[in-house]
């Protein structure tokens, strides 16, 4: 929405089964001349390029933006899928993930913050419960879990990285959503594909800057992968 910088968005998955996912890195100071890194997402989601070629092509332009962390899959029932990460704040090369659970918070992957390594057990926790639970009761558990406002402190982490910057807000932004006056969680969003590459996508908005007013959307599809 930024002018000069229209068009990007941090998270999005298309039909092909292609999806990404980015957050920033917390950094004292932002290059207020770098370029903007939601085109990191779109620029994938519409390329045809593989998440591994796509990754090593970014990485060989990770200084040209604020710090970021950026996943990007294919996502295929037929072929298997690939999930991939580069974070230009940390190693040079991109890294194809092996299957498992991780965490990605405002620092490198699996970074421990406090508030990472406690929402990765609650969503443990609901993924545990998700066999006996309907899907929408699994989708309502999972958006609990990113409304979660309990700070996890201390944590001399988060300190550390974003030094005097974070310090007037530490106890919110210690904890799985953030609620500041001027900054904070304003989407929550929660992709589900079953092994049929059925895609469930819900995403719960904040209406007109207001904490107290939300609308949550789904849209459903299969993977034409």
Not at 28 to 56: I, N, Q, W
Request: with cysteine; charged share 25%.
């Amino acid at each position: 929405m930024e002018e000069g910088r229209e068009g990007g968005t941090w998270l999005g998955i298309t039909t092909r089964g292609k999806l990404a996912a980015l957050t920033n890195y917390l950094q004292p100071r932002l290059d207020l001349e770098a370029r903007g890194r939601g085109e990191l997402v779109t620029h994938f989601l519409t390329t045809d390029m593989d998440s591994l070629s796509y990754l090593k092509k970014v990485s060989t332009e990770g200084h040209l933006y604020n710090g970021f962390n950026l996943i990007a899959a294919d996502l295929s029932t037929a072929k298997g899928d690939v999930v991939c990460y580069y974070g230009n704040r940390g190693e040079p090369e991109p890294v194809v993930l092996t299957p498992g659970t991780y965490g990605l918070s405002n620092a490198l992957l699996e970074t421990p913050w406090r508030k990472l390594c406690f929402g990765k057990r609650l969503f443990l926790e609901a993924v545990e419960r998700s066999q006996a639970l309907p899907k929408d009761a699994l989708v309502a558990q999972l958006l609990d879990v990113l409304n979660n406002e309990e700070a996890q402190l201390p944590d001399p982490a988060i300190e550390d990285q974003g030094r005097e910057y974070v310090q007037p807000m530490l106890s919110k932004y210690a904890a799985v959503c953030v609620r500041c006056p001027d900054y904070g969680t304003r989407t929550n969003t929660v992709i589900l594909v079953d092994a049929d590459g059925h895609v469930t996508f819900t995403e719960r908005s904040m209406l007109d800057k207001d904490p107290s007013r939300w609308e949550t959307s789904t849209h459903e599809f299969m993977l034409q992968s």
